[in-house]
Each structure stands twice: as structure tokens, then as C-alpha cells.
């Protein structure tokens, strides 16, 4: 029940030490495994599939972005795991990679001992984070695609400045409102993953592992690198970690506003 609950909220939380790696049961992997790919899925989507509209759920950019992830993620890893023989290096890629994108973080493989490659895809998978609309954190796949199309017309602008390109996303105009409070957004995460990396760097003074923790907290995903669970990090660490963790649960631009209008001039009436 408790691994149930923890795979569906994306929570992570395991009542073993290592996870679901200490039950060496390859059906709870699967099982762990589906039930993380369904819980960073967006409900919105899942609801087209429950109203029989399945062909618009495949044709969801987000979907397709979400789906193609896991699949390179899962062929590199699967490639670069040397050790493992059978179907474990291909159930371990597949949970890495789910349970990165996901933002859960349950582990049932040795992804510190991975190629370095392979370590920093699971990491830009913590960072994106799961789909709009699920139970995931993270920056969000449907939020990074329409910056990513933004900088695209940016760029296109730069060679035809008098040139007409409108931002889309299934076929649906991006309003530009939209686009500038997403570019908002992106400022203030990355505000906040630095000032993260900057506190716990003040306290464990190893570069990869501060930014990798911060990035882990803002997502809420958990795992560190080079730690076997945070509670290795310093007290000073783990106390710097908490805020980025709060805002990380799409808080960041409400406190945002909260400081904005606490740090504000008054304005007297004359």
C-alpha cells in the first residue's frame, strides 16, 4: 500500500532503504514502473483515452515528447549497462528513465555507476520533469516545448525581423501573454535551482553534487548523486533544500508575487 500510494503521487518515498531495489522482484519493478508512467502522464489526455478519443491522444505533441523520452532514454541506458545480462539492463533503463521523467524517484538500479552520459540524461529528465496536467513536478514537458518553439521564432525573427511566425502547440496559438509569463517562469526556476545549488555548495563544498541537489529538490524527484539518500547531506544542506523543495511544488510564482507585494514601494495618495 505505501509503494502504491508513493508511485501514484510521485512522492518517492519507500518504507526500505533502498527502495524498491531491496524487494529483488522484477514483477514489482514492472509494476512500480507502469503505475510511475501512469502517474506523469497528464489526466487530461487520460480522460481523451477514456472517452474512446485515443487518435487525439497520440497526436499530442506532449504525448509524443513524453513517450519518445522514455524510449531514447531507455535505448541509451540499455546499450551502456555492460554488466547486466538478460532483461535487467532493459527493466533498469526503463526504470530510470520513468522514474526520473516522472519526478518519483524510486530506484531499483545502480545509476551512480552508469556512464557519465547516461547520468546526466537522467538528470535533464529530473529537470523537464513529467507532463502538465499529472502529478510529477518539474519544469513541466508542454511548458519547455513552447519555449523551446519561442526561441525557435526568436531566432527566426533575428534573420526576417519584419517575418509573421505565431507560436503553436497542437495547432493552437500560443497567446502572447502566455508566452511571456512562461519565460517569466523559466527566470524565476532557474533563480531558484541556483540560489538552491549556492546553499548547499555553501555547506558540502562539491560543485556536481550541490546543482544536481537542487535540481532533485525543485523537482521533488530525491536522488543525489554520490549520496545514497539525502540524509548524507549536512544539516546546513538539507536546510537550505527546504524552500527550493516548497517552491518546487508549482509555488514558485504565487510566492513570487507574495514577495513582489511585500517588497513593494506604498503608494501614498495625494
Known amino acids: 500500500m505505501a509503494h502504491a500510494l508513493s508511485t501514484v503521487s510521485t512522492g518517492g518515498f519507500s518504507t526500505r532503504n533502498g527502495s524498491i531495489w531491496d524487494f529483488t522482484s522484477a514483477p514489482v519493478e514492472w509494476v512500480a514502473i507502469v503505475m510511475m508512467f501512469v502517474a506523469g502522464f497528464s ?26 523520452l522514455i524510449l531514447v532514454v531507455t535505448v541509451v541506458a540499455s546499450v551502456a549497462d555492460t554488466h547486466s545480462t538478460g532483461l535487467r539492463p532493459t527493466r533498469e533503463a526503463v526504470m530510470a528513465a520513468v522514474s ?41 514537458l508542454s511548458r519547455a516545448m513552447v519555449l523551446f518553439r519561442l526561441t525557435l521564432r526568436t531566432m527566426y525573427r533575428m534573420l526576417r525581423p519584419h517575418g509573421v511566425r505565431v507560436v503553436k502547440l497542437d495547432k493552437r496559438a500560443i ?11 523559466l527566470v524565476l526556476y ?3 535551482a541556483l540560489a538552491g545549488a549556492y546553499g548547499v555548495a555553501f555547506f558540502e563544498p ?26 548524507e547531506l549536512s544539516r546546513g544542506a538539507r536546510t537550505a533544500l527546504v524552500p527550493v523543495m516548497l517552491l518546487g511544488r508549482s509555488a514558485i510564482v504565487p510566492m513570487a ?10 503608494r501614498r495618495e495625494v
Do not use: C, K
Open 257 to 266: 508575487l507574495l514577495l513582489s507585494v511585500v517588497t513593494a514601494p506604498t
Open 206 to 231: 562539491q560543485l556536481r553534487r550541490s546543482l544536481v541537489a537542487a535540481v532533485s529538490a525543485i523537482s521533488t524527484t530525491g536522488p543525489i548523486l554520490g549520496l545514497q539518500t539525502a540524509a
Open 43 to 68: 489526466v487530461p489526455a487520460m480522460w481523451w483515452a477514456v472517452r474512446g478519443r485515443g487518435t487525439a491522444l497520440l497526436r499530442s505533441v506532449e504525448v509524443q515528447l513524453y513517450l519518445l
Open 100 to 140: 526520473f521523467l516522472s519526478t518519483t524517484g524510486l530506484v531499483a538500479f545502480d545509476w551512480q555507476g552508469w556512464h557519465v552520459g547516461v547520468q546526466t540524461l537522467l538528470i535533464m529528465l529530473m529537470a523537464l520533469g513529467a507532463m502538465n496536467g499529472s502529478a510529477g513536478g518539474g519544469f513541466g
Open 175 to 185: 497567446p502572447e501573454e502566455q508566452l511571456r509569463r512562461e519565460a517569466g517562469y
Open 190 to 192: 532557474a533563480g531558484v
